[in-house]
């Protein structure tokens, strides 16, 4: 799905391992290498190294069909950073509201000279219309996903892969622990999935109703108070309310019964290993999954991820640039 491969070049003693890719819409067809490339030039970009000179011009849109302030904000920043021209689009005013479908709306973006489109989606799998074309369908534009419904988020999921390796410089062994929302959480899907192939030890709490006996393959479900001694990484989950239309368990929540039972607070901060972290996506519903007053706190690295999400992206972008040829890099 993605056709990535790797691209390797010498620069004095330094051997630079770039992935290629024509599309990046999921992390399940990513090797090992290629995820440690990603990261190893996301940590460069971080380290203030140079970033690609372009000799052609290279234009993306940021197409968000669901709300988003970090990743929209991320990408966008990403891609300043990188040289590309950003094209505005809106479409609370866009001709989807017309009934044109988003597979027409690319078509028109690439007739337009757009390159990249940067998209996020309620459907599950949406680019799968706009990569897999007919015969008679000519759309040529790269695609990134920034969230597809409950699917995939590979974004956050390698920003994830880099903060946990910025920490700990490596994966081997690590004990994480994903916890709350987990059916609902596109993010854990795609972090179970690749941390397995990492070689961590992947745990799951949170409500028994919102996990699927699916991900069972993947860890071990627990009661969060046998996992908190023991945990390297701590990955929470926002309760995705707006995904719970007809579940009744929405219709019982209680924000303070479930900080109460699954949420971290001050005594089982206190109780976390010196070294372990506490991820989470955002945006974090305060006093629900971590205490408000625990957001900076040392072993909280939320703001750290956002910082690294602009730094992944770049990596993720240069990526589809070498593998489409545009800027002038390949």
Same mark, same amino acid.
């Given at each position: ?31 090992? %290498? ?35 302030? $970090? ?5 966008? &920043? ?13 479409? /609370? ?17 690439? /007739?337009?000279?757009? %390159? ?55 994966? =081997? ?23 397995? $192939? ?15 006996? /699916? ?58 290993? %010196?070294?372990?972290?506490? &991820? ?6 305060? %006093? ?10 040392? =072993? ?11 730094? &992944? $992206? ?9 593998? $489409? ?6």
């Amino acid at each position: 799905m993605l056709q990535a491969f790797f691209a390797r070049k010498n620069f004095g003693m330094e051997t630079i391992n770039y992935v290629n890719l024509e599309n990046f819409v999921s992390v399940e067809d990513l090797s090992e %290498d290629e995820v440690t490339a990603l990261i190893k030039r996301a940590e460069y970009f971080k380290q203030g190294g140079a970033v690609p000179k372009l000799t052609k011009p290279v234009y993306v849109t940021n197409m968000f069909f669901e709300d988003s302030s $970090r990743t929209h904000t991320s990408f966008e &920043m990403a891609e300043r950073k990188m040289g590309l021209t950003v094209i505005p689009f809106d479409p /609370a005013h866009s001709s989807v509201n017309k009934g044109e479908t988003l597979y027409d709306t690319s078509l028109i973006m690439n /007739a337009l000279g757009v %390159d990249l489109e940067v998209i996020r989606h309620s459907q599950n799998e949406y680019y799968e219309d706009l990569i897999h074309t007919g015969d008679y369908q000519h759309l040529n534009i790269g695609i990134v996903n920034a969230g597809d419904g409950s699917g995939q988020h590979p974004s956050q999921c390698l920003l994830d892969m880099m903060t946990i390796h910025e920490h700990f410089g490596h994966f =081997k062994g690590l004990k994480v622990a994903i916890v709350g929302d987990i059916t609902n959480s596109r993010v854990a899907k795609s972090n179970m999935e690749l941390l397995n $192939r990492l070689g961590a030890e992947v745990y799951f709490s949170g409500p028994d109703y919102w996990y699927d006996s /699916a991900f069972d393959k993947y860890g071990k479900f627990e009661e969060l108070d046998k996992l908190i001694p023991e945990m390297d990484v701590m990955m929470l989950l926002r309760v995705q309310h707006e995904r719970h239309a007809g579940d009744p368990n929405e219709r019982k929540f209680d924000a303070q019964a479930y900080h109460e039972k699954y949420g971290i607070n001050q005594k089982r901060y206190d109780q976390l290993k %010196d070294d372990t972290i506490i &991820m989470h996506p955002g945006p974090i519903n305060h %006093d629900v999954e971590l205490a408000g007053k625990l957001v900076e706190a040392p =072993k909280s690295m939320f703001f750290k991820q956002m910082q690294n999400g602009v730094f &992944m $992206r770049m990596a993720m972008i240069e990526a589809v640039m070498r593998g $489409r040829h545009l800027g002038g890099l390949n």
